[in-house]
Each structure stands twice: as C-alpha cells, then as structure tokens.
C-alpha cells in the first residue's frame, strides 16, 4: 500500500497566481480530507468529502479556495488567486469512514506564495 | 469549528521522564479520542486513540487517561526517549463529524 499520495511536495508561486494540489486517497478509502498546518493555527480542517461527495466545506477560508473530487481516487485542492498569507503545509488524509479512526494522512505539500 | 484546547505548547523532558500533555474538548458528541505523533517534514500518524467506555488505554510506553466528565484526556509517555521528540496533537470526532485537532504540542527529550 502506497499510503496517501500528495503533489507537490513543495511549491513556490508568486502572489495572484493560481495554485493546485492534488491527493490520491488509499484504494477503498470512503473519506477524504483536506487539511492546512501552519504554527499560529495548528492543524485545521478546510472540507471533506464522504463517497466523493462534499460534505462540510466550512473550513475553507475563502472563495479564492475551491476542491474537488472527480472520483474516488483523485482531489484536488484549488487556490485562485494565491497570496502570501496563504502560505503553510497542506495535508491530505484519506479513511474508510468519516466518524472515528483509520485517518492516514499524506506526506503534505508546503506551499510559499511570495 | 467545535475547539479542542490542547497544553503545554512545548514541553522539554529529560530521557527517562515522563511527558504529560493535555486536551479539552466541548462538544459531548465526540466518541473518539486520538493523539497523532508528527515528525518534521512528514504527516501526522496515529499513536493511540480512546473511546469514552474506557478511563483508560495502555499501549507499551503511551498510556491515554480519559475523564468524560471533566471533558478532558491526557497523553503520557513513561520513559521518554530521544526518538520520542516530535510535535503531537490531540484530536476529537464522532460519527459522520471530521476529526478537530488541538494545536499540537512540541516535546523534546534531552539525553
């Protein structure tokens, strides 16, 4: 098992550009979740889906961000237009239910918008 | 979001000591309680998790103490270690809710 596959690894873009990062959820997984670490915040929730499905996207802070998630192997994480303050690690994480356990999170994607 | 406090921000311990670390939670919805182990550059990583049947779980040197009616759940690591500098964070969720995650706490064990 490959785990939960994140792209990029790393990413620099100059403020107004726009911004993709993608995640492969674990075969079977029924949950997906995308979530942003920076050190005044900790580790906070922006959506999640359930059976490709969103379902609680409250987190998200703004328009500029949107996510998608075509199939049950593919998300995608969208910043348009990006700016500095959006600049921190993203985290996705995949579970066979949304409630409880068995979150696996990805390796993350540091993102710097300058 | 429903918050989960977590304390101290950063903790310092000697080899052999044990690290205490503390959550508190609102909502009585949540029946599940995890603490995620973070090492620089990678995901967080389950370590242990509780349900609130239980005051207790003992996992080899990680032990969870859970008390439902204070709303509050601790992590302690006997005999720390080197390797067990990290950043670690509490979580807490219930069905069909996402897991809400304290804002993590950096240990680091000097030898």
Redesign the interface.
């Given at each position: 098992d490959a785990g939960v596959i994140q792209s990029p690894r790393h990413e620099v873009t100059e403020m107004g550009q726009e911004v993709t990062l993608r995640c492969k959820p674990i075969s079977g997984h029924n949950s997906l979740f995308w979530y942003r670490q920076t050190m005044m915040r900790g580790l906070e929730l922006l959506i999640y889906f359930n059976n490709n499905v969103p379902i609680d996207d409250s987190g998200m802070p703004e328009d500029r961000f949107s996510a998608k998630m075509p199939n049950a192997s593919f998300s995608t994480l969208k910043i348009q237009p990006s700016e500095p303050r959006d600049s921190a690690v993203y985290f996705c994480a995949s579970s066979p239910r949304t409630g409880g356990g068995g979150y696996t999170f990805g390796s993350g994607t540091r993102l710097t918008v300058v | 979001?429903q918050q989960v406090k977590q304390s101290p921000q950063s903790l310092i311990v000697q080899k052999g000591g044990i690290s205490i670390i503390n959550c508190a939670y609102e909502n009585t919805a949540f029946?599940?309680f995890?603490w995620y182990q973070q090492f620089p550059?990678?995901?967080?990583?389950?370590l242990i998790?509780i349900r609130p049947d239980v005051s207790e779980k003992k996992e080899g040197r990680f032990t969870i103490s859970f008390n439902k009616s204070a709303k509050q759940f601790s992590l302690h690591i006997m005999d720390s270690q080197p390797g067990d500098s990290a950043t670690y964070?509490c979580a807490a969720?219930?069905?069909?809710?996402?897991?809400?995650?304290?804002?993590?706490t950096t240990l680091s064990v000097s030898s």
């Open positions: - | 979001q029946d599940y995890p550059g990678k995901g967080p990583a389950l998790a964070f969720g219930g069905a069909g809710t996402a897991l809400i995650f304290g804002k993590g």
